[in-house]
DNA sequence: GATGAATGAGCTTTCATTCAT
DNA sequence: GATGAATGAAAGCTCATTCAT
């Protein structure tokens, strides 16, 4: 029988995974530079100086919110890229796999989408570098289709997948607010759309 | 004979709108609350305190720029919007006009998508009803074309709406760049994307 | 009229000069460490935060108050090591210039000889250079006056060297207070032992 | 069968002294405030927080040191002091005495010498009396000396008790390492030049 | 118009210390 | 004996803002 307030529920894992989803919470909230340490601590009902006992400093924080927001994004894009399924089924998967972590850890994402600019200059661009590579492989699959005839030959590789990842990543804004929607009618949503566009046939 | 270098030919309405368009660039590029005040002075090769001439404080200037950064969205849309071209011809025309500001000043608009968060209630409030009612106008269109027989019957209005801001928000990103591509390009590709689809017919 | 206490007397450039000459002063009262910005500040009777606007960091008045400390040592030295005089009569004016500074400004030289260490390695390995070379000349004249047979000819010139200089640098401990004496009684007393002896001839 | 790496082979007493070694060692390199709790558990191979068990706080450890450091000079110079022999022999035997410690604990000498003004106000001026006392003896021989005809008349005891002090003293900075010399070279050296000077006879 | 000087408020971080285990 | 977890207090520093000039 625990008698410390704090120390209630918590494994000692647990609770430093604990401090970083409040931080992603937070930053997603305010952003990383309108969050003060202090917001972080409040929101764990623990103080301040508490913190840092988990975590060496607020940009630590951040960048660690960032690793867990960019993971999975790419590892999955790989490997349905590489699928033999058809161009418009992998894309469609790909809509799919995108908005998973968005509605896993909607906070975590939207923090990597927007705040990993304040990251120091080594780390940030290492994640750009991943972030370059992950549109490579759905420009890729693009490609493919053009080339294989099933995509119109008009299409314009890059802009599509600008495309595709700028309605995917603002659904990080409404994904599963009453403003929005869940993800998979988004899902499915979106890659109709991509696919059929919205003048009917 | 002016003898300081920064102050040399401005007339007084052209210096307060300068030290604005410092305030978007630098807002843009780091954020509202990772900017400060020195950050926007030494932009325009002034002293700090130099700034509080034209401007109340810096929330006034996120405000300001702000204001700038979403006007001509609603206008023009709701102009589009009521005339009496084709649903497909309105939507391609409203995706026009909504990357026409981002290609024009692309700093006011990332900062009003970005960083109208940080103003105060009454005037966040006050921007996103405005935002609420263009996309109204939006999804407006694409109700229209669906009961006209025109648009897909089985699209949801609002994602179809959301996904198209979402691809032309994110264009902020990357419109101009290297990276991307130009407005007119963008505009032409987003505008058949939506409409017609990737499969080729 | 100067309306506001603070900037009563003070020319633009001398201000900053009595920032460091109250840190200084504390530095040499209760060490580097031991110093907090607000310990300097109270002296000179502004807030803490005022420091700033003379004062990059703490670590940087520290550094100023190093330089100054250090400056004289070496150039009178070698002036006087390259005077034609005679071997006692360099080492005399070598003391004699050694303590001047002590006299001026003991406190600078206080925090040079006993805070220097505080300084990131840079700076420090600088100062200690300088500070070698310093020795060296030193040990030079002595050497000099061992080999033209004027002293005596079992003496270390190293620890002869390290002798001077720890008896004139601890004199930063009590010169002009009452449990010590003048410069001008230190200087005669401390050649005439150095050449001389105690003992009676 | 011990567990524990560190806490191998201690007996109770033996582990304290060897947090106040520590502490003399940390403090001695990075002065009293620029020592943290955890740079002496660090250098033990312990946690910070187990230092408590031994010591009641930093500043304890401090007083610690500095009684240790301080001890062994005041007795045996009273004892030298008393001792029948000529003031030279006296004064050659102090030397040799006083760098004693210093050779075989030199982190708390030095601690003592340099850090003893941060301890509370009470314990400091208990030291200060000692210190006092040791100088009294000192400065007894010379006047002993000269009284005697022994010594130069015109010696300033307290300026020539204050020199060979300096001159000891800062022999913690180098004694026993590559720059200085060992204690019998040194005591030898420095009893020479106190007594018979540099000129040659 | 512009700025040098100053500051209140607040921020991130450090640190000695405590205490239940 | 030793330590993981936590914290009160304070430190150095930043920053938006003011104001006399």
């Known amino acids: 029988m625990p008698a410390t307030k704090a120390a209630a529920a918590a494994s000692p894992k647990r609770r430093a995974a604990e401090i970083i989803d409040a931080a992603a919470a937070v930053f997603a909230e305010k952003s990383y530079h309108g969050t003060t340490t202090q917001d972080i601590a409040a929101r764990l009902g ?3 100086a508490s913190l840092y006992y988990y975590v060496r400093s607020k940009e630590d924080a951040l960048a660690q919110v960032c690793k867990l927001g960019v993971e999975g994004f790419l590892e999955f894009s790989e490997e349905i890229a590489g699928n033999g399924d058809s161009a418009a089924g992998r894309l469609a998967a790909i809509v799919r796999s995108h908005l998973a972590p968005i509605d896993v850890r909607p906070d975590y994402v939207k923090v990597f989408l927007t705040e990993r600019q304040h990251l120091p200059k080594v780390r940030r661009k290492a994640i750009s570098r991943t972030a370059r590579a992950y549109e490579g492989v759905i420009e890729g699959v693009i ?4 080339r294989s ?3 119109a030959p008009a299409t314009d590789p890059r802009l599509a997948t600008l495309a595709l990842l700028g ?3 603002e659904a990080t804004r409404w994904i599963n607010t009453a403003r929005g929607a869940g993800v998979e009618e988004t899902a499915r949503a979106f890659s109709r759309l991509l696919l059929d566009g919205l003048i009917r046939r």
């Open 46 to 48: 623990i103080r301040q």
């Open 143 to 146: 490609r493919d289709g053009i």
């Open 149 to 151: 005839g099933e995509l």
């Open 167 to 169: 309605m995917c990543n």
